[in-house]
Each structure stands twice: as structure tokens, then as C-alpha cells.
């Protein structure tokens, strides 16, 4: 059952039927602590508790419990952590710390937001794939509620369980949009290319390097940069395609490096909504990508030939009308993805996962 798209996520006396809630994820790196800290942030009428490996859960985080990395550890960190704040709801965030929430006895209504279904096409092989669905339709049954970040992802979940309930909730930019992003300007060359994210072959950085390939052979005066880190050899992959590397960063030094880029290229195999492309956006920047449903739901530019990539990468840059025109898009798309917005929509999650 997909929840309905309008609605309040408190009565007229602004009071929640959810007030409490747990928010567990094994996850320390990455978008999900930063789309958790975005959540919290944008309904400070609830009291969130957090149980992770760490990370920085916003001034409205009420308190942050820590967790091992074995399931064991986990176990008995989420069970502490249950005892401690008596919440009324527990929120799982990823796919390992939504089995471990659903498996243990547990009295607390759980809602799930994978955040990426393990098994989306693309994501690994077809038994591992075959393997995580059977997991995922076993525990619908002791899900009260499903978050899902786009409606890609809610249709997969509706066709694994039917019945479910499943509610879209939009992820939003970690930073407000930057004033006069609407803006457009040619690009003086060299142009700059960035993609931001885990090195890893969910981001499909082959395809990022071989873009960067294809305009090194044809002397292209395009840099092309990768911001993060990762697995070692895809790495040197990138490297030796001629890309800079410039390894972990903090928030505010991955928004200087968009804020200094021409084009945002987000390379992907399969996502639930990355947090980067709207992150870009909010930057200033033109924004395509590869054939995810995440952006193509968006209306974004997508490509899975590094040739067409870079034609695209080049055309933004060197015409004003197409630049402006993907800036003005991108203003319509962050005007629907606001911390009002987010509110509303988990807010009629947590209130169906109770009833």
C-alpha cells in the first residue's frame, strides 16, 4: 500500500502519535549518517535517538548510542539501546541493520529504508541478488512501514510484499541551495568534472575513467576529479585514467570542490537517491549522470556511453541556453526536496507503522 503523497504529519494541536523514535544503522561512512542527520534535523518536534558506529546527528539528536561491527555486537547494542529510550518507533537504516532490527524479538514497530535494495539489478550476482530478496520478503511480514527514496525503489517494494506499507520520502541537499545557483555562466577551459562518492563498483568508477580517457586521447582541455576514497585498485584505475583523486573530505571541503567544478557527473550501477547530485545541485551545478532510476525520475541527463558523456559534459559547459536551462531544472527539483517536505512525508510514515 503506497502512502498517500499529502497529508499532516501532526494533528491541529501539534502533537505527534510518534514521538520517540530510534534511529539504528551499521553504517558509518557515506550518505546514510548524513540523510540520518537530515531527518533529525528537519523534525525537532520528535526526540531522536541514534545508534551507529559514529558520526555528527545534529544538535536536535537528543543522544548517540554506539555500536560494534559484528552482528553479535549489534545485537546487544540495539537491545541497550531499546531498554534506554523505550522509543516508539525503531527506524533501520540500510540493508544490515534492517535484518538485525526485524530478526531479534522485539516489541517496538520497526520501519525500513534499505536506502538501496540489495537486490536491484546491479547490484551484485544473481544468487546474491536471489538470496536478498528471499531475505527481504521474509522479514515484510514484521515490517510496520517502508521508507523508499524514490518511487523506483517504492514499486519494488510493493511488488515484494503486497500489501506493504510504503512511503516515499524525498532526501534533501546537506546544504541550502547557494545564492544565485539559478545563475548560469560559459566555462573558461579547462572545464572540471566531479564526481562525489565511495571508490567502490556500486559508484561505477570504470565508467568515470574511461570518460576521462576518451577526452585525454582527444587532447579535450576537461579535468576530471573524483571526490573521496576507496577501494585501492579501482583507485589506481582512476589514476591512471588521468583522474585526481582527492580522498576523504569534511562536508564543507566537498561542497568547495563542487563549488569549483563545471559539470557534476554521478556515476552509478544501482542506488536508492544519492545525496551528492542534490548536493551539486544545491552548489550550482549542472548535474547528469548514468541511467539510475533515482535520476532519471528526476528528469536528469543520463548516459551510459562515456563518449555521450562527455559530449554532454561539453555542451554544458560551452552553451549558455542548455546551461541555464539544466540550472533552472535543478532549481525545480530542490524546491520539492526541502526539510518541510522530508517532514511531511516521514512523518505519515511513522504515524501508518503505528497504526
Not at 531499546?82 to 525503531?90: G, K, S, Y
Not at 514484521?142 to 514499486?155: G, I, K, N, P, Y
Not at 580522498?247 to 544501482?270: D, I, K, P, Q
Request: charged share 20%; proline share 6%; hydrophobic share 45%.
Amino acid at each position: 500500500m503506497l502512502l498517500p503523497s499529502s497529508g499532516r504529519m501532526a494533528d491541529s494541536s501539534g502533537s505527534w502519535d510518534a514521538r520517540r523514535i530510534l534511529h539504528f544503522t551499521t553504517c558509518d561512512t557515506g550518505g546514510v549518517p548524513l540523510a540520518i542527520r537530515s531527518l533529525v534535523d528537519a523534525s525537532p518536534a520528535l526526540e531522536h535517538y541514534v545508534l551507529a558506529p559514529g558520526g555528527d546527528f545534529g544538535t536536535n539528536c537528543r543522544d548517540v548510542f554506539a555500536t560494534g561491527s559484528g552482528a553479535t555486537s549489534c545485537v546487544r547494542a540495539l537491545r541497550q539501546a531499546v531498554a534506554r529510550t523505550r522509543p516508539d518507533l525503531i527506524h533501520a537504516h540500510s540493508s544490515r541493520a534492517g535484518v538485525i532490527s526485524r530478526v531479534i524479538p522485539n516489541r517496538v514497530p520497526v520501519v525500513y529504508q534499505p536506502h538501496a535494495l540489495a537486490f536491484e539489478r546491479g547490484a551484485f550476482g544473481l544468487g546474491t541478488r536471489l538470496a536478498a530478496r528471499s531475505v527481504e520478503w521474509a522479514l515484510a511480514r514484521r515490517t510496520a512501514a517502508f521508507v523508499a527514496l524514490s518511487q523506483h525503489e517504492a514499486d519494488m517494494i510493493s511488488h515484494l510484499c503486497n500489501g506493504a506499507r510504503v512511503g516515499v520520502v524525498p532526501n534533501i541537499p546537506t546544504r541550502l541551495p547557494r545564492a544565485g545557483s539559478s545563475v548560469a555562466a560559459l566555462q573558461e577551459a579547462p572545464f572540471r568534472v566531479v564526481m562525489a562518492g565511495r571508490i567502490a563498483p556500486q559508484k561505477w568508477p570504470e565508467i568515470f575513467a574511461m570518460t576521462a580517457e576518451v577526452a585525454r586521447c582527444r587532447g579535450l582541455p576537461v579535468e576530471f576529479r573524483w571526490i573521496g576514497d576507496g577501494d585501492v585498485a579501482l583507485r589506481h584505475l582512476l589514476e591512471k585514467a588521468g583522474v585526481a583523486v582527492t580522498g576523504w573530505c569534511n562536508t564543507n571541503a566537498v561542497f568547495a570542490e563542487m563549488e569549483s567544478a563545471s559539470v557534476y557527473l554521478h556515476c552509478s550501477r544501482y542506488e536508492g537517491f544519492p545525496l551528492a547530485p542534490l548536493d551539486a545541485m544545491a552548489a550550482g551545478l549542472p548535474v547528469i549522470g548514468t541511467p539510475i532510476p533515482a535520476l532519471t525520475e528526476l528528469g536528469v541527463p543520463t548516459f551510459r556511453e562515456p563518449e555521450a558523456l562527455l559530449a554532454e559534459v561539453l555542451e554544458l559547459c560551452a552553451n549558455l541556453t542548455y546551461r541555464q536551462a539544466s540550472l533552472d531544472r535543478n532549481g525545480s527539483i530542490l524546491s520539492q526536496r526541502t526539510a518541510h517536505h522530508l517532514a511531511e512525508a516521514v512523518g505519515r510514515v511513522y504515524q501508518e507503522a503505528l497504526r
